[in-house]
């Protein structure tokens, strides 16, 4: 069965450092990647999304990049951090298919001071 | 202008009691729908996907419903559990994109 991991579960970072979140999937090949973000009673926001190694598409402008080394590991980065990129991070991976199903990450949690 | 719209934004009812939520959707060209729920601090995780063509799609205690003339959908919950506290989205899915609601939250009381 397939599985995805995020770490760390908890962060809290002062402004300007930099950040470093991974994401890694188990039991699957070649999935799509995808780094939500989830502020407080707001919806997902799609922030990137990959559909191979190196290929990286961005959804929004912002501070943050993401990168994607191997086939189900994603990572998401960030130089300087600042205090709005305080929030819930989810990593979901999904198998091209008609439906399109999108499994989530347990979620990291950011909070910048 | 593709988006989901979820009511109400938050629910309390007793435990056993059953509830409705609903979401409303204008996500064109639409291929489905489908309702997460979101335990506090964790990832959603999928209840149900429903193509244009299902009108009910059931998931234990769960039953969803869509009508894709009018373009709404509800999430029936049947006799209440304190673990059923939680937040439910609605997600639309059309055009390679996922159009998420903002949510409905939950709370179960005894």
């Known amino acids: 069965s397939q599985t995805i991991h995020q770490w760390p579960a908890t962060l809290v970072q002062p402004v300007g450092s930099p950040l470093s979140l991974e994401c890694t999937v188990e039991g699957t090949s070649n999935p799509n990647l995808y780094w939500y973000r989830q502020a407080a009673g707001r919806g997902l926001q799609l922030l990137f999304y990959s559909v191979g190694i190196g290929q990286i598409s961005s959804e929004v402008p912002q501070n943050l990049s993401a990168s994607r080394p191997q086939d189900r590991q994603f990572i998401l980065s960030s130089k300087k951090l600042l205090l709005s990129d305080s929030g819930f991070y989810l990593c979901?991976?999904?198998?091209?298919?008609?439906?399109?199903?999108?499994?989530f990450g347990p979620g990291t949690r950011l909070t910048v001071l | 202008k593709n988006q989901v719209e979820q009511s109400p934004q938050s629910l309390i009812i007793l435990e056993g009691k059953n509830c409705t939520l609903q979401?409303?959707?204008?996500?064109?060209?639409?291929?489905?729908l489908r309702w997460y729920k979101q335990d506090t601090g964790r990832g959603p995780v999928s209840l149900t996907i429903?193509?244009?063509?299902?009108n009910t799609k059931s998931n234990g205690r769960y039953t969803a419903t869509l009508d894709a003339d009018t373009k709404q959908s509800s999430l029936h919950i049947t006799a209440s559990q304190l673990s059923d506290s939680a937040s439910y989205i609605c997600?639309?899915?059309?055009?390679?994109?996922?159009?998420f609601g903002t949510g409905t939250r939950l709370t179960v009381i005894p």
């Open positions: 979901a991976w999904a198998n091209l298919s008609s439906y399109n199903e999108q499994f």
């Open positions: 429903m193509t244009f063509s299902e």
């Open positions: 979401c409303n959707y204008t996500v064109s060209p639409f291929s489905n």
């Open positions: 997600v639309g899915y059309g055009a390679n994109n996922l159009f």
